[in-house]
């Protein structure tokens, strides 16, 4: 799988070209996401072979939070990417997942479900 990043609500233009100039250096595909493909499978929007759109309509998907949806990635990867958003100050997205096999399966709504979840969780 290629290495790619799926933005979810990265409305602040300056943060999101912050965020570029950490990712295009490390040779990662940028994908923003819009609402309306919030129902599609993380597999339909990375491109990947046997996932199709969804019928769900959009509005029935939707959420505000910054997501970020990693794919491809090494640990060494990861912690790039971590090092570059530090290096430029940039906030982190709290909302963010490693594509894996039983995930990408997920619409982006389901996975942002968990996340959220989990982050409220932990944030306890």
């Not at 290096?87 to 982006?108: C, D, F, M, Y």
């Amino acid at each position: 799988m290629k290495k790619q990043i799926l933005l979810y609500n990265i409305k602040d233009k300056k943060r999101a070209m912050d965020i570029g100039r950490v990712l295009m250096p490390l040779k990662i595909r940028i994908k923003n996401i819009s609402p309306d493909e919030f129902a599609y499978p993380i597999g339909y929007l990375l491109g990947l072979e046997g996932y199709e759109a969804s019928d769900t309509p959009a509005e029935d998907c939707f959420f505000e939070d910054e997501m970020m949806i990693m794919a491809g990635f090494t640990s060494y990867d990861i912690d790039q990417v971590i090092r570059g958003f530090h290096k430029r100050r940039i906030k982190g997205i709290p909302l963010k997942a490693i594509v894996t096999p039983h995930n990408q399966e997920w619409t982006s709504y389901k996975l942002y479900g968990d996340l959220k979840k989990e982050h409220e969780k932990m944030s306890e």
